[in-house]
Every structure is written in structure tokens, then in C-alpha cells.
């Protein structure tokens, strides 16, 4: 096997727990080349990981079949020579380029009738017992069925200091500025999302324990109107949301001595960058998405309605992060600053 393309999933955080997956390839065939089709809101996470060689950034819809772009790209990849494909959602319009494409070897769950899609094809684990994301994408790059090994490595990103520099420069961070990010969104819905208020309440402590850090919002456009409630009650934090590439977010990051998040692709960017970090969940499962790194500390109540996965809380008092207190995360956020 010399080349593989692998179909990114369509979020930023799975992509991250996609990396163990490439990891394990490059051991297995050490002379692999990996290429990634990726949507080009993570295209950036993907072209920072040492396993992979091209990404190409695609324009394709979340939940559109958009047929002729899926024609095109086949057209383009027919004569790059792939062995395999390893295809990450489950969805059947994943499927279409590398089978349209004429790649002789197409792996990946069984997902949405795509018995005629792929001709490597694992089992789906059951609902009610779902591994670690990061395990259920690694199983593609073994025989289906075949055992894991006993660990996996974090996934971790490459930092250029030249960009580095320059996006320190453009962003007015010095070198001696401790430096501290809030990731206030997640993009799958408000049952995610800890309130701008507790995020302002925490703000304040920082400010009267360390006067001289700065801290800045940072995230999507989507982001902004939660950060600008944070500063309405902190006017000292600095709303960088919606004014920042990924790769900007990516670097101010690796900056920052520790963050704290949401269950959010800016959660595992974070993570991947082994900078310390306080998460905090509520719909969702840390057993299921955790942070990947020693660095990441977990707030999570495990009340008896938790995990739901909903969007919003079904029951409408969002206990599950409300009940995590700003001093709760403080006392964790102090910890990792005071850490020698």
C-alpha cells in the first residue's frame, strides 16, 4: 500500500480524533502517503498534522448531495494513483468520491446502505456502548475486527515560529503577555455551551488574581454575540470572535498559557497543542470526546439527565452547566496557571 486518501469527517474536533487513525497507518506502512479531502472550514487543522501530505480543501455542504462537485472532484483524483480509501462519515454521499474515482480499496463503517460504495466495511458499534472516537476511527486502519493496540498517541499539531511571530505581531500579543483564551462556543447548540455570564464571573476572578494576564474570546463569527455578553460584564476581555482565521486561532493558542472550553473543535485544537486547559461539559460524554492530553482538566457533573446529547436541554434548566460554578472552574484554572 502506497497512498491513501482519507475523507475527513465535517467537524474540526472529529478530525483531531481522526489523527491516532493516521498515526496508526504511517506504522503500519511506513512509507504511506496520506492525502485528506476535507472541508475547507478544517482544512487547516488537517494541514498541520505530520502524517499528512496534501489536503484539498473542498466546498461541499454539510447534508447537500451536490453531485456534479462530487463528480469533479472524482475527475481530479482519478489519476493520483490511490490504493485505498478511508472514508470517515457515515453517510452515503461520503462514499461517492473515491468510488467514482475507481480507488481500488474503499474502507470504512457500514453507515447509510453503502454496500455497493465500500468494499471494506466494519461493523457500527452499538448506540448504547460507544467507544472513544478516537478508538472507533482508528479500527478503520486495521482489518475489521481486528484488536486495537493497548494505546493510541494524542493527536498534536505542528506551530511554525515564523507564523507564530507574525501572528503575535498582528494580534498586538508580546512575548511576555500571559495570555489566556475562552473558546465560549460550540458549534452543536446551546446545550454545550457553559452561559456568558459564568464565563464573565470567571473573567473577574482572573483579573483580580492576575492583573497583568490578558484574556481573549476567541471562535467563530457565530461566537461574537456570546463573547460580546462576556465583555459586556468584563470589558476587559478582548472579543477576537469572528475576526480570526483558524489558523490565527490555531496560533494565539499554542500562545496562551491555558483556555477554557466548551466541548468544541477549539476544545481539541487546544488539546492538540498540549497547552493547559480546563473543559467543560454538559450534553455530551468525556468518556466519548475527551480532550486529548495530560494538560486538559474535565468539569463534568454526570447528573443522572447527562449525557443527552441534545442540542438544547430538553427539560430547560441546563443544570448540567449551570451547576458548574465559576469558582469550580477557577480553582482548576489557577492550578494549571500555578503549575511550575
Known sequence: MKKALVIAPNWIGDALMAQPMFALLKQRYPRIVIDVLAPKWVAPVLARMPEVGRVFPSELAHGKLQLSARLLFAQQLKNEGYDV??????????ALIPW???IPLRVGYRGEARFGLLNVRHANPPRK???PMVEHYARLALKPGARLPES?????LRVDPVRLARTAERFGVSANTRLIAFCPGAEYGPAKRWPASHFAALAQML??????AQIVALGSAKDAETADAICQEAPFVRNLCGQTSLDDAIDLLAMSEAAVCNDSGLMH???ALNRSQVAVFGSSDPRHTPPLSQAASIMWLQLE???CFERECPLSHLRCLRGIEPEMV???????????
Open 85 to 94: 480509501a478511508y472514508v470517515l462519515p457515515n453517510s452515503v454521499k461520503s
Open 100 to 102: 467514482l474515482a475507481g
Open 129 to 131: 456502548n460507544r467507544p
Open 152 to 156: 493510541l498517541p494524542d493527536p498534536r
Open 207 to 212: 483579573r483580580r488574581s492576575f492583573p497583568y
Open 269 to 271: 485544537v487546544t488539546a
Open 305 to 307: 439527565c447527562s449525557p
Open 330 to 340: 477557577f480553582v482548576e484554572l489557577r492550578r494549571l496557571l500555578q503549575r511550575p
